[in-house]
């Protein structure tokens, strides 16, 4: 694999290699890299815990020498471009960089250079896409099943401006899931008809094998003052009564961080159909597969 820039582009085969690959990590085997150094940045433009700090305790896990970079430090404080940064981490060898930026679709101008030839893992773009995210979704999801086809899911809340939502409703709709979406209808749009129907969460809550429920991301709307905390969770949240009426065996999914009581109950977090923790846990062992499968080769 020499990028990993949407979870679409890759096909079946690949996704599900790389589930059995953090399944096998999961289960401490060690990954198969040739035995050279290795370094790889992890260049975070935006905020983040889980996808930066599993990817740097998967580097480490790996033994993969991580080269520290802090935007607020770095050159980009002086004006140095996202190309020009990743040109020099790929001129002072970094075999791969991890990238987090505001700007949908970044990468297209890095991976048409002729002289960048470092891999790039995307870590999220802007509303984009946020396939590390995803795949360690499908990992969470088939750990809890063992398929994905014929499971009910329900993709609920803030679809417009998550790039989880954009990467997990291609995926889980062509591995052959059923999706529905909840939330309130100025974050849905028409677009998403292809691939699941748009439905109150109160016809989907008995139904569904997956609560999938995403953060509203108030960094990313011009006007916050739709919905209060109260309202949006009382309307389209995942209240505890809600909850209660969720079929055996429904697993309540995030990817976190969790606007608790907005999103989903304080009290529904953690508790025992909650598989929020375990997919943070899993973010480190899908990292370790998609490190493995873009270093592997580069000796
Ligand atoms: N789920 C996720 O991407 O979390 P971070 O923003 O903390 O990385």
Not at 86 to 97: P, R
Not at 202 to 214: A, H, S
Not at 238 to 265: Q, S, Y
């Amino acid at each position: 694999l020499k990028h990993l820039l949407t979870a679409e582009a890759l096909s079946d085969q690949e996704v599900m290699g790389l589930i059995k690959r953090a399944q096998a990590f999961k289960h401490g085997e060690l990954p198969a890299l040739e035995k050279q150094q290795y370094f790889v940045s992890n260049l975070f433009f935006e905020n983040s815990t889980r996808t930066h700090k599993s990817f740097e305790v998967a580097e480490k896990k790996m033994g993969i020498d991580v080269i520290d970079f802090d935007a607020k430090t770095s050159s980009v404080s002086k004006g140095e471009s996202l190309y020009d940064t990743v040109l020099t981490m790929s001129a002072i060898g970094a075999h791969a960089c991890v990238i987090r930026h505001w700007e949908e679709d970044y990468y297209n101008e890095l991976i048409e250079s002729k002289t960048i030839t470092t891999s790039i893992i995307n870590g999220g773009d802007g509303s984009g896409n946020h396939p590390t995210q995803c795949l360690l979704d499908l990992l969470t999801i088939y750990e809890e099943f063992g398929h994905f086809d014929n499971l009910k899911i329900a993709i609920c809340g803030d679809l417009t401006h998550s790039r989880v939502a954009n990467s997990n409703m291609k995926m889980l709709k062509r591995l052959g899931a059923t999706l529905y979406f909840c939330g309130p209808e100025e974050w849905y749009n028409k677009k998403y008809e292809a691939y699941g129907t748009f439905k109150p969460i109160d016809e989907v809550i008995g139904e569904v094998d997956v609560m999938m429920m995403l953060r509203v991301q108030h960094e990313r709307h011009d006007d916050d003052s739709q919905f209060s905390k109260e309202n949006y969770h009382t309307e389209f949240g995942l209240t505890e009564t809600r909850a209660e009426n969720m079929k055996p065996g429904a697993i309540i999914m995030h990817p976190a961080p969790v606007n608790r009581d907005v999103e989903l109950a304080d009290s529904l977090v953690e508790c025992y159909q909650s598989r929020i923790t375990q997919q943070m846990a899993n973010g480190v062992f899908m990292r370790m597969a998609i490190l493995e499968a873009i270093l592997h080769g580069k000796a």
